[in-house]
């Protein structure tokens, strides 16, 4: 289906974008909150990875979008095995920073880490900050897109806006509830409209 207006023909695009949450760390084992802590895989989250390519064999991805830190590089690197593309890394796919909170663990944590109205703690990144540095990557990613597919490696506080942008969310609820375990292969089907 196309449109014309103006000088333009509008022509309707679908794209789809992979979202997978880096393998297990340590740090992940041990209940502990990373967010810009620099961890790496452990053995379990290397062979998450391992596991998830194979859901990826079938699948043309034409890109892979990855967050610097150590865990999804690394996350990154077994995925491209399959996939075969370009991984280009962004800071802006970056977990949120917890601040003073960071390297605690999680059972122990009684403020609530995703309150868009206060920081959790001193030092932390805002949430309406957090989100806006994500979708602005989703915005950039997608203006002049045509039909290819994208596979984005991050972290799962990372998924929240991504999760927002294409599909909406209740800044409500709990958002605990909607984060991916580690190496959870997610889709996400745009339809844009694209001038041509």
């Known amino acids: 289906m196309s449109l014309s207006i103006g000088l333009f023909s509008l022509e309707r695009m679908y ?106 703690c001193p030092h932390a990144e805002a949430m309406d900050a957090f989100f806006q540095r994500v979708q602005e990557f989703l915005k950039d990613i997608t203006t002049d897109l045509r039909t290819h597919d994208y596979l984005i490696v991050a972290h799962g506080g990372v998924y929240l806006p991504v999760h927002e942008y294409f599909k909406g969310l209740q800044r409500e609820q709990d958002l605990m509830k909607i984060v991916p375990k580690n190496c959870t292969l997610t889709k996400f089907d745009a339809s844009l409209s694209i001038p041509v």
């Open 15 to 120: 794209m789809s974008l992979y979202f997978v949450r880096h393998g297990q760390t340590d740090w992940n084992q041990q209940g502990k909150l990373q967010g810009r802590s620099d961890i790496p895989l452990n053995a379990i989250g290397i062979q998450q990875a391992k596991d998830t390519s194979r859901l990826l064999k079938d699948v043309s991805i034409e890109k892979i979008f990855c967050s610097p830190l150590t865990r999804a590089m690394q996350t990154a690197a077994i995925l491209q095995e399959v996939t075969k593309c370009d991984i280009v890394y962004d800071d802006r796919l970056k977990e949120r920073c917890f601040g003073d909170l960071e390297g605690k663990k999680m059972n122990t944590i009684t403020t609530y880490l995703w309150d868009f109205q206060a920081l959790p």
